[in-house]
């Protein structure tokens, strides 16, 4: 796709290959005057779009990619459900960085306030009030979580009639509507390196998973005894996500998250 630049918003919407060549422009750019006359390399889209200006990337798009650059924690954002599986990923800096997978091999890439990235999970989400379900607790296995986030629909499909048949006693509401196919299964992960005196590779963390239904809202929570859903509700769930991002107890003075720019697909 060609890539489509707005200037004055900073947002870029892109594919992964373009979003790959971009990162690398902004760390490496090509020396002025490298492309022919007739440009059909691949910064030619950027060219065209005016995200690259004279060999250089636009400014508006220089504070999302310095977070890319250097980062202090990074976001990974899946959100499955009977449909499809997107995977957002963002990158927490002084400025902060999000790229939001819209589902049809295509990307938006924007800086954000540090602060509001709780507000755009929420969105990417779609977390909005729910009828608040009643008190329970009830296992769930590693293998129905993961099918429930696989990349294909049979695994998502099987994985969710395992729901039903385990959950309906409990919740017969959601249930239904998991059977329906009205259900979100999303998890969020925000991850940085360990205070220093850890190993060098170690890093810490935080994470959430929310199964989402118009009956009510789950929450995934894990004891001595394994994985449990736990009914929640919605002003809960935002709390929790709003306590996600490290702070600074959490991070190690001069401790950067090395650069991972792919796309990732798993």
């Known amino acids: 796709m060609n890539p489509v630049f707005d200037p004055a918003s900073g947002r870029i919407r892109l594919d992964a290959t373009t979003f790959e060549t971009l990162c690398r422009e902004f760390d490496s750019p090509s020396p002025p005057g490298s492309a022919p006359a007739s440009d059909v390399t691949p910064l030619a889209p950027l060219r065209t ?34 449909a499809g599986r997107q995977l957002h990923q963002g990158w927490l800096s002084v400025v902060s960085a999000v790229l939001a997978d819209l589902g049809d091999g295509s990307y938006d890439f924007a800086a954000v306030g540090t602060e509001f990235v709780p507000t755009l999970v929420a969105r990417l989400t779609r977390l909005g009030l729910r009828p608040h379900l009643p008190a329970g607790r009830v296992p769930v296995t590693e293998a129905v979580l993961d099918g429930l986030a696989a990349h294909k629909a049979a695994p998502r499909a099987a994985a969710a009639q395992a729901l039903v048949s385990t959950t309906a006693s409990v919740w017969p509401a959601w249930s239904a509507a998991v059977s329906a196919g009205d259900w979100r299964f ?79 697909r798993t």
């Open 186 to 264: 999303w998890v969020v992960d925000v991850t940085w390196p360990e205070r220093a005196g850890g190993a060098a590779s170690a890093s810490s963390g935080r994470r959430l998973a929310v199964l989402d239904t118009s009956a009510g809202l789950l929450r995934v929570d894990v004891d001595d005894s394994g994985p449990m859903l736990v009914a929640v509700t919605p002003t809960e769930v935002w709390r929790l996500l709003s306590g996600m991002l490290p702070g600074d107890d959490d991070l190690s003075p001069g401790l950067l998250v090395q650069p991972d720019r792919a796309v990732s």
């Open 49 to 82: 779009s005016g995200a690259l200006v004279d060999g250089v990337v636009h400014e508006a798009l220089r504070p999302a990619l310095a977070a890319v650059q250097r980062p202090i924690a990074m976001v990974h954002l899946v959100v499955a459900g009977a």
